[in-house]
């Protein structure tokens, strides 16, 4: 069965600091990932997506950005945290046949 | 373009009442749609989904939902609340005509209430 990891579970970080969140998938192969945000009391924001290795489509203009270094690996990176990139972040796949998507745990960063 | 509404971003019902989430869609083709559950600090776990098969779609932990075209809904509904149900729930729409992206609403808190 499909499997979804993500790391660290929780994150402090200064404003200014880099950030480097990772995602691994296990089970399938060539799966369309994504990266979403949720601010606190908010709802879902979807930040990039990737449909294969290199291929990243930008949804949010902002101070993130994402990689996909291997086939079931997804990287969200920032060079500077900003405050209001505190939040949870959760990456996921779409099933290609089903339309279905699978969530990660996700990552609670709070950035002081 | 596709897009979500859920109406009341907080619902709160008693335990063994009627659970009612509302959720209205819009699509430029017959879509795909799905409810999604997450508890807190969790990922989002799919409840159910409806592809154009039964318009009356069961899922997991005794919800189940209903496709309208005509009123372009897809409302949630579970007929006994229990505590454990307490979570926010998503409402979400895909084309499945090659799009990539799976467009959520923006979530329906659920209170139960003992």
């Known amino acids: 069965s499909q499997t979804i990891h993500q790391w660290p579970a929780t994150l402090v970080q200064p404003v200014g600091s880099p950030l480097s969140l990772e995602c691994t998938v296990e089970?399938?192969?060539?799966?369309?990932l994504y990266w979403y945000r949720q601010a606190a009391g908010r709802g879902l924001q979807l930040l990039f997506y990737?449909?294969?290795?290199?291929?990243i489509s930008s949804e949010v203009p902002q101070n993130l950005s994402a990689s996909r270094p291997q086939d079931r690996q997804f990287i969200l990176s920032s060079k500077k945290l900003l405050l209001s990139d505190s939040g949870f972040y959760l990456c996921?796949?779409?099933?290609?046949?089903?339309?279905?998507?699978?969530f990660g745990p996700g990552t609670r960063l709070t950035v002081t | 373009a596709q897009s979500v509404t859920q109406l009341g971003s907080h619902v709160s019902v008693s335990e063994g009442a009627l659970v009612l989430l509302r959720c209205n869609y819009s699509?430029?083709?017959?879509?795909?749609l799905f409810w999604y559950v997450q508890y807190p600090n969790q990922g989002l776990q799919l409840l159910l989904k409806?592809?154009?098969?039964?318009?009356l779609v069961k899922g997991i932990n005794g919800f189940e939902a209903e496709f309208k075209k005509s009123e372009t809904s897809f409302h949630l509904t579970k007929p006994s609340a229990h505590m454990r149900d307490a979570a926010e729930y998503f409402c979400?729409?895909?084309?499945?005509?090659?799009?990539?992206?799976?467009?959520f609403g923006a979530g329906t808190r659920l209170f139960v209430k003992a």
């Open positions: 996921a796949w779409r099933d290609i046949d089903s339309y279905e998507q699978y």
């Open positions: 089970g399938t192969s060539n799966p369309n």
């Open positions: 990737s449909v294969g290795i290199g291929q």
């Open positions: 699509s430029s083709v017959p879509p795909y």
């Open positions: 409806y592809t154009s098969a039964a318009t």
């Open positions: 979400a729409v895909s084309d499945h005509d090659g799009g990539f992206k799976t467009i």
